[in-house]
Every structure is written in C-alpha cells, then in structure tokens.
C-alpha cells in the first residue's frame, strides 16, 4: 500500500472513532488504539502515541464549546491537575518498562470499565453539599444551572478523589488515553460533585493531562508524523462531529450498540495481549 | 462562581481553540506536503524502532520545517498542538494572579513546573 492510501484508510477510521468516542463520552483515544493494533496491527507504541497527540486535539477542541455553558470548574480542575500530570509522567516512564503485551491487557480492562461506566449514565439529582474544612480551603464548591436556576455544590473527599485523579494520570500516560472515564470516577463518585460538572471539568483537564506525556513520548519517539498526521485530523473531525450530534440525537440505543463493539475490542486487547501478539 | 473565574474560563476557551485550529492546519498542510513528496514511501509502523537520535528537538524540527519538510511541518503543527494545553495553565497562571489568589497562582505555578519537567528532563 502506498502512503496516500493508508493515509486516507486510517483519516477514515480515525474518525469513526472520534464519532463514537464523542457519542459514548469516552473519548476518541480509548477507541482508536485497539482499532490501529487489532485492524492495522500498527505497534502499540506508535498507536499510543498517535492517540496521545489526537486526545491532545479533541480536548482543547471540544473546550470552547463546554466552558460557555460555564459548567466546568477551573479550580478543582487546576489543582486536580497536579495529580494528573505527576501520574501522567509516571505512566509516560513505565510504557519503556513494561512488556507490550502487559500494556494490553491493562487496555483492555480499562476498555471493559469505560464501556460498563458509559452505560450508566448520568445519576439522580443532587444531594445538599457537605463541604468539609478542607474543600472550604481550596475553594472545591461552585454552582451550576439546573432547569434555569443555580444550584450550589461543593466537594466531599478530596483527598480520595486526588489520588483517582494520580491513577487517571498514570493510565493516560501507559495508554495514550485521555482516561476521561476515571476522571469523571473521581469527581463523581468520588468527591461527590454533580455528573455534568464533572463530564466538563474532566474534558478540560484531560489536554494539559496527555501533554505531561507528550514530552516523554516525543524523546522516545512513539510520535510519527506519517501516523499521526491523520489519525489527528480524523479523530478530532470525528470527535466534533459526534458532539454535534449528540447534542440534537436520542442516542440511548446506539449508546448500546457502541458499548458491545467496545467490550468486544476491550475483550480482544486482553486475548491478543495474555496470548503475546501484540 | 465569580465573575473573574467566568471571564479567565472563557479567554481559555478561546485560547483553546485557536491554538487547536491552527496546530490543525499547520498539520493538515504538512500532511500533503509529505504526501506530495514521497506518495509511494509507507514506513513500517508494525515494529518499534525505538527514537531517532535527532527527531522531535524543537531546532532541528524548525529547520527542517523551514526547508519544506513534509514530516518536519507536521511535527512542528504537533509541536504548536502540544503547547496550547500548556498556554493554557500559563494563563490560569497569569489569571489567578491578577484576582490575588495566592493559592491557585501556586497551583497553576506547580501544574506549569511538571509540564516543563516533562519536556526538559529527557534530552
């Protein structure tokens, strides 16, 4: 094949990927790598790398359209941010030091979480906030609008959620993923704050996250331009598309749909990684 | 939320997709460039080969970039599209400052040192 074909085959599945990643929530990445390994057999060092750079481009894309509806949160997000990019480091040194096929399989489970935790969809309305001394210190409460009025919310078990947000790092870091899907783990369950807070303030963390990485990849040279070039391009056009989308669709069913082709590629990742052949 | 936090979020955002737009472009234009060069060339991506000595250094990139260099274009739009995260924080940074929050200037301050760390700790 020449170099204008595979260019154009991986643009096109680079944006179906970002179309489903933006319609499940989950992100272009955690779709695109198993698709360039298990299709394209490309090797998962040069897939990660290329999804790093596009979960790079989808995130600052997809923040101006969420930082006018004012529901993200830049404080929490900021000193969250600490804890994410320490991880991110972390995760961007262990890729060197662990076997591709250990990489795999912690793919592969990630894929199966994020597939399960899509389907569960956004939860009931929120509670009255608790703040404790030290959410009051840091400044972890805002409010958000719900059906036309404002409604407060504050942070509960910060340091809990600090150290989800370290492990989100470190998995961004090994998989070149955003790991938007851990992120939302740790706001929401974790320290309590509403879903839709949550979605948004994880989207705008998740740029400055996989930059931490992107250094590390850069000198170890997972990063080809050939590569990255369209998948790039393909999962931020399709990432923008599946947003649109989603904001005028129903998409409750095809939600099910994409939920059972990523428990199969999560299920795949595992099989080919315990088996070696990736 | 304060007004400042609403205007600092914005003046982000659009900071955001700037930078965003134009690392696409610079490589969308490195993409035909290389394209354009070598059409029949396909490196192989199936086996690592580990970092090529002088690739990805921010000069090197630059002048090749300069000659025309399809992959150098499109490593320098990665470039571009890796610093506008980091922009960002700086200008958190420089937000928070203005508003007199000692604590977030510190925070955003710290986000800003790993960021360089990753990049300058490795060559």
Not at chain 1, 72 to 87: C, K, P, V
Request: net charge positive; aromatic share 8%.
């Amino acid at each position: 094949m020449n170099a204008l074909g595979f260019s154009i085959e991986i643009a096109a599945i680079s944006v179906l990927a970002g179309f489903l990643g933006a319609l499940t929530g989950l992100g272009g990445g955690v779709v695109v790598v198993p698709v360039l390994c298990l299709l394209f057999k490309i090797d998962l060092h040069y897939a990660i790398g290329a999804s790093l750079v596009s979960v790079i481009a989808t995130s600052s894309g997809a923040a101006a359209m969420y930082v006018r509806d004012g529901l993200s949160n830049i404080r929490i997000g900021m000193f969250l941010e600490i804890a994410t990019t320490l991880g991110a480091l972390l995760g961007a040194y262990l890729v060197a030091r662990v076997s591709t096929g250990a990489i795999g399989i912690v793919f592969g489970i990630v894929l199966l979480y994020s597939a399960l935790a899509s389907l569960h969809g956004s939860p009931a309305a929120p509670e009255t906030p608790h703040p404790d001394s030290l959410a009051e210190r840091l400044q972890f409460k805002g409010s958000y609008p719900v059906n036309g009025r404002q409604v407060d919310y504050a942070a509960e078990r910060i340091p809990l959620g600090f150290g989800i947000m370290f492990l989100a790092g470190t998995l961004s870091g090994l998989l070149g993923i955003g790991s938007g899907a851990v992120k939302v783990l740790a706001m929401d369950q974790a320290m309590k704050l509403p879903f839709k807070v949550s979605t948004t303030t994880s989207n705008f963390m998740i740029g400055v996250t996989a930059a931490a990485s992107a250094g590390v990849y850069l000198s170890r040279g997972y990063v080809l331009p050939g590569l990255a070039m369209p998948v790039m391009l393909g999962v931020l056009a399709g990432s923008l598309a599946g947003s649109r989308v989603l904001v005028h669709a129903q998409v409750r069913t095809l939600r099910w749909v994409f939920a059972v082709v990523i428990l199969a590629l999560g299920a795949e990742m595992i099989f080919s990684g315990v088996t070696g052949r990736l | 939320m304060a007004a400042g936090d609403q205007r600092l979020e914005m003046a982000m955002g659009r900071m955001l997709q700037i930078g965003v737009t134009i690392a696409a472009f610079v490589v969308l234009a490195g993409g035909v460039l290389s394209l354009v060069q070598a059409p029949h060339t396909l490196p192989d991506y199936q086996h690592f080969h580990g970092a090529p000595p002088t690739r990805m250094h921010v000069d090197s990139i630059m002048t090749e970039a300069f000659y025309r260099n399809g992959g150098a274009v499109i490593e320098f739009g990665i470039l571009l599209l890796i610093a506008t995260p980091i922009c960002r924080v700086l200008f958190g940074l420089v937000g928070f400052a203005l508003m007199r929050d000692r604590l977030y200037t510190a925070v955003s301050a710290v986000v800003f040192a790993i960021l360089l760390f990753s990049f300058f700790s490795h060559r």
